[in-house]
């Protein structure tokens, strides 16, 4: 199940509520009526959290949600109330009430900066019944100049963080959606159909009345209105029945969207534009299959033959894969022939390929990118297609890739009416997707393209790729590692090593500072020595790789779509985050060796950039806008201060001009390619 858009942006909040009630939940027990808590000073009410992603977090909230607790829909008085009364909803089951009267903590209010949003206040109570359960949990919140109340109830068993859980999963946000007793939580999205036509979508998720087998299911409904006319509406089904919603938000509003147009269909946007996505760095998923293969040598446990003799997943790789790493570093790698300057598996009988080319079956991590599309307007196999890659693999040896593409696009225009395709592509995906452009005539490019746009591009390479070669870590490791992290940092190695990508992705050598490494900017520093993005093959050598693999790195180094960096020959939109520490420079405590000894790096250098790729990487392709003017064409490079890396999509939830910078990037994506709003070329 994808982590939703609202759980990624809101569970920070959800831990700091969690942490803090926690706390005073441990003061006060089972107690009696009227007990109360002695309120902690704030400086020990909210713990540091764990250092944990968002998406993990989202993750962790997605656990939580189906079948930890039960909700009657009862209510509660506001704020440190001790009464319980039944009130049941229009539309939802009978309930009764466990106790009668409950133990509350006093309210404690919190001001937290919630990501990709403005300053909230949330309030967060915990209640417990008169035996000592935890069973209700109030939270009202103070949040853009509005107030909104909501309560939560857990079952009797129920700790404190599920009743806050689902607490704040009602509070959080009831903006321009319906909100009803059942709805748990609802939030907005706005997406651009056209240049004067905005779309504006509010999914809402409840917990559905229990069925027949006595299952609890977290659902989702959805509205959908046009931001310029309030009069065109759709709703997705949910709202008729309960039973009736949708296990997915994205499902939910792509029907209210969709309902929205079909009951009116004179509603003028306009068609939309073709589209092609061109995906990044492990992206896609890749299969292999195996026959009779020699195992790699000093590991004669590792399979010859393919599971079942059958297609099998390479990437993401089986549990299988996890504990028997030599064997699948064996799988993953590829080897170069420097006589024919090509690449091949490096073990014999191996064979792979993608999965689902033209659509997103095999591009799982662009499912959520593809339903804001699907939500503007946009539909698979008919105006929006997908390119999965093997992304191991530079774009030298993506010729069979290339050539399914042109087909693509070339039915695409004729599926269109001769209309012209966007291709747009994201993080390692621009790499490639400049040398397809290479390989085209300018007369077919002329026909076919109107646009490639390259979100968040390695131009000119990262520092995090030198630093997953070398050690797998990229960050500073100060002091010991125990074995669970030194064998992690050892897989991430080991796979990096055996892909031919990460070399090209090294930083780039040049002579002007601000798009390349010059050559006296340390890129590695060592004990005793110092390499420069110029020393690369040195420091590989260094490491122990062999005559194949410095061949290889010469050649990458070299071949002419980032060596020579021609542009495109078509109208060209860049976009790229910065304002985030981006890794440019490694230095360690030891000198290289050709042992397999993992050497950990001390201290990193880091400028700004998206969090992966420095700003400078990105800018190298300002070097295309005289010439791509000289030929007739565009060439748009545009900035995101405060956008993370390849994030140029709606993520928060607030519009107008406090949109989080997604939403802002992806809105003036769209405006471009469906007619060009951006006031000038840069």
Known sequence: ????????????????????????????????????????????????????????????????????????????DVMGSKSMRSTRGPDEPKTTAISTTAICAPPYTLPLQITSGPPCNITCVVCTTDSGHTWIANASSSFNHTFD???GFGNPNANQTLALFDALFRVLGSMDATFTTVDCACFALTVPEAQTCTLRVAFCAYIAPIDASGNIRLLYRARAWDTANSE?????????????????QEAAEIEAADNLRSNFPNRSC???????????????????????????????????????????????????????MQCYFSKIESSFDPATSTFSPARKGLEVRTVGFGGFDGMPGFVSIYSMFRIAGWEEGKTIFGVPFDWRMPSPALEGTFTEMRTLIENVTALNGGRKVTVWAFSGGPQPTLGFMHRQTQVWKDQHIAWFVATSPVWGGVGVAPAAYISGATTAVVGPVNASVKLAFEEIRGIARGLPAVPWYFPRAGTNSTTSWTKDEPVVKTKTKTYSAFDAAEMLSDLGASAEEIAAHKFLESEPDLGQFAHPGVNTLVTFGTGFPSLVGLEYDADFTASDDLVLPISVTTETGDNLVPLRSSLRSTEWALPLKAAGKQFIQREYPGQ???????????????????????????????????????
Request: with cysteine; proline share 13%.
């Open 1 to 76: 199940m994808s982590t939703p858009r609202w759980a990624q942006s809101w569970a920070l909040l959800l831990l700091t509520c969690v942490t803090v009630n926690e706390v005073v939940g441990a003061s006060h027990g089972s107690g009696t009526e009227g007990t109360r808590s002695t309120p902690h000073p704030a400086s020990h009410m909210a713990p540091a959290p764990p250092t944990l992603t968002l998406m993990q977090l989202g993750g962790w909230l997605q656990e939580q949600q189906p079948t930890e607790f039960r909700i009657p829909f009862s209510e509660i």
């Open 149 to 151: 109340k909501s309560v």
């Open 232 to 248: 065109y509406t759709g709703a997705s089904s949910g709202y008729k029945s309960l039973a009736d919603g949708h296990p997915t």
């Open 270 to 324: 306009g068609d939309v534009p073709p589209i092609v996505i061109f995906p990044g760095f492990t992206s896609s998923t890749i299969e292999y299959t195996m026959e009779n293969s020699p195992p790699p040598p000093g590991h004669p446990f590792c399979p010859r033959n393919a599971q079942n003799s059958s297609w099998s997943p390479l990437y993401p790789p089986s549990g299988q894969d996890l504990l028997q």
């Open 644 to 682: 993370p890396h390849a994030a140029c999509f709606p993520l928060g939830l607030i519009d107008g001009d406090d949109a989080d910078i997604g939403t802002k990037c992806f809105r003036e994506v769209i405006a471009t390619i469906r007619g060009g709003l951006y006031p000038t070329a840069q």
